[in-house]
């Protein structure tokens, strides 16, 4: 495991600590799916492992830790690569080893990986039995901890809702600093910068990203991607909102930190899949 140590100095009555991890991909698959989802898994198992069993082994390290030196374990999603059976068995019975607070990541829902277009409506499809194997709300969720509110929102699909903002402008009104947490980071000029010139991607997986910069991507990353009134009225609630001291993304498979807006930092962490871990 690598351990990034970030710092965040907000006032609390004492100190706090979270391990917080992203992308760790599981991929298993067993005789209750079929064999096009095998197939899926083994591949899939592959690239983000090759002959190892490194996903699992990182999972099991972090957990030890966050168990020993923190005060919960926080989780940006993508945890799983797809759903399988035995993926949300697996899931479920690491992250009941231990006090965890989550957002979801996009691949929770994914029934085959890049099968489909995926939207709300593909998500219903699975998003029972993935929340049934987690304990908080994978829509929107909150947690009051030493004094400080932890909100997990899903933008796995770069959307917010209307609903998801009316509920964070009543975790505001309860008046605590508040670490927003999602999977998909929000656009910052900076972090396009990084990810479309020096990481030369084909678009910049980002949440809220202004329609004028995306007049390279594709069609499908384009259809993606592009934000919508409810997801720009949501980030333009944000910028005003001083209790929301930082925010914990994943998504891009690497570990960064920059400013979302004023002082607000936005934490990427790295691939959990990869052994990245993020000590805040």
Known sequence: MKITH??????????????H????????????????????????RRAFEGDSNRCT??????????????????????LLDFVSYRNLEVGKEKMDQV??????????????????????????QS??????????????????????????????YYLFSEEQLALLKSEVARGYPIILMLHTPIYTPDLFQEMMVSRKKE???LCGCPATFMGYY???????????????????YLQTQPLVKALLTGHLHFNYEGIL?????????????????RLI
Request: charged share 30%.
């Open 6 to 19: 970030s710092r965040l100095d907000i006032g609390l009555p004492k100190p706090l600590s979270f391990l």
């Open 21 to 44: 991890s992203c992308d760790n991909h599981l991929c298993y698959a067993d005789e209750r799916d079929d064999e096009r989802k095998r197939d899926l898994a083994v591949k899939r």
């Open 57 to 78: 082994l990182f999972l099991d390290e972090m957990i030890a830790y966050a168990k020993e030196h923190c005060d919960l374990f926080l989780h940006s999603g993508d």
């Open 99 to 124: 006090d965890y607070f989550m957002a979801v990541g996009n691949h929770e829902f994914s029934l085959y990986v890049g099968e489909a277009f995926e939207d709300e409506a593909y998500k219903r």
């Open 127 to 156: 998003y029972d039995r993935v929340q049934a194997a987690f304990k908080n709300d994978l829509t929107f969720a909150s947690r009051l901890i030493g004094g400080l509110n932890l909100v997990a929102i899903d933008n796995g």
């Open 203 to 205: 678009c910049a997986y």
């Open 218 to 236: 594709s069609d499908y990353r384009l259809r993606q991607q592009r934000p919508d009134e409810p997801t720009r009225e949501f980030i333009r």
């Open 261 to 277: 807006f004023g002082d607000t930092p936005q934490f990427v962490t790295g691939a959990g899949y990869a052994g990245d871990a």
